[in-house]
C-alpha cells in the first residue's frame, strides 16, 4: 500500500512558526520529487512548494516565498514555516510528483496525496 502522513499542525499566533513532516508508507520517498500543497473551504488547492529528488532544487509559490523552508531529511520531507499569518491558515496536504508539467505544483502532476494536516493562524 502506498500511503503519505502528514504530521505537525495545530493552532499558533500570527508570527509563529510551525514545522510540519511528510512520511511514506510503500515506496522510496527519495525517488521522488515532493510537493506541499494547502486548501481552505471554497477555493481550489494552492500549490505551496517543491523539493526535487535529489533535494537540490526547491520551489515556493511566491506567497510564502523567504518564509517557508522545504527539506528532506531521513525518508521524511518537511515544511519549516516561519512568520505565519492568518492567511496561511489551510489544511496542508504533501504529494508525490510523477511527472514533470510546465509548471512545479501542477496537482495533476501528482498521484498520491496524504489526508492533510490543519494548520490554524489566529490570535
Known amino acids: 500500500q502506498v500511503q503519505l502522513v502528514e504530521s505537525g499542525g495545530g493552532l499558533v499566533q500570527p508570527g509563529g512558526s510551525l514545522r510540519l513532516s511528510c512520511a511514506a508508507s510503500?515506496?522510496?520517498?527519495?525517488?521522488?520529487?515532493i510537493g506541499w500543497f494547502r486548501q481552505v473551504p471554497g477555493k481550489e488547492r494552492e500549490g505551496v512548494s517543491m523539493?526535487?529528488?535529489?533535494?537540490?532544487n526547491t520551489y515556493y509559490a511566491n506567497s510564502v516565498k523567504g518564509r517557508f523552508t522545504i527539506s528532506r531529511g531521513e525518508n521524511a520531507v518537511y515544511l519549516q514555516m516561519n512568520s505565519l499569518r492568518p492567511e496561511d491558515t489551510a489544511v496542508y496536504y504533501c504529494?508525490?510528483?510523477?511527472?514533470?508539467?510546465?509548471?512545479?505544483?501542477?496537482?495533476?502532476?501528482?498521484?498520491?496525496w496524504g489526508q492533510g494536516t490543519q494548520v490554524t493562524v489566529s490570535s
Open positions: 510503500g515506496f522510496t520517498l527519495g525517488y521522488y520529487a
Open positions: 504529494a508525490r510528483r510523477i511527472r514533470a508539467g510546465l509548471s512545479p505544483l501542477i496537482p495533476r502532476d501528482y498521484d498520491y
Open positions: 523539493i526535487s529528488s535529489s533535494g537540490g
